[in-house]
């Protein structure tokens, strides 16, 4: 059974850094593509970074020069540096992989439990 775990997160004030990890577990063939989104109360579910096998990052622009997403498919994780954070970077987060279970076989969306961050002014 594949799983993602994240760690990471916490509590910090506007201006200060976070770095949120996630590890995916469990038997499969490969990782596609990796990403974190993050839900603020009251908002829908937004993309906030992802990248591909290939190492390609996409970045939503609220975060462009702020955030760097990076990952190691050998070790199956994904890393997002939060630096310069805002108030409104406050969010529960969440990371995602699209995941091939076998060969030749579909790919499949994984969700980690998601975790929070929040920024003081």
């Known amino acids: 059974q594949v799983q993602l775990v994240e760690s990471g997160g916490g509590l910090v004030q506007a201006g200060g850094s976070l770095r949120l990890s996630c590890a995916a577990s469990g038997r499969f063939f490969s990782i596609n593509e990796m990403g974190w989104y993050r839900q603020a109360p009251g908002k829908q579910r937004e993309l906030v970074a992802d990248?591909?096998?290939?190492?390609?990052?996409n970045y939503v622009d609220s975060v462009k020069g702020r955030f760097t997403i990076s990952s190691d498919n050998a070790k199956r994780t994904v890393v997002l540096q939060m630096n310069s954070l805002k108030p409104e970077d406050t969010a529960v987060y969440y990371c995602?992989?699209?995941?091939?279970?076998?060969?030749?076989?579909?790919?499949?969306?994984?969700w980690g439990q998601g975790t929070q961050v929040t920024v003081s002014s």
């Open positions: 990248i591909t096998s290939g190492g390609i990052a």
């Open positions: 995602h992989m699209k995941i091939k279970r076998a060969e030749g076989g579909a790919t499949f969306s994984y």
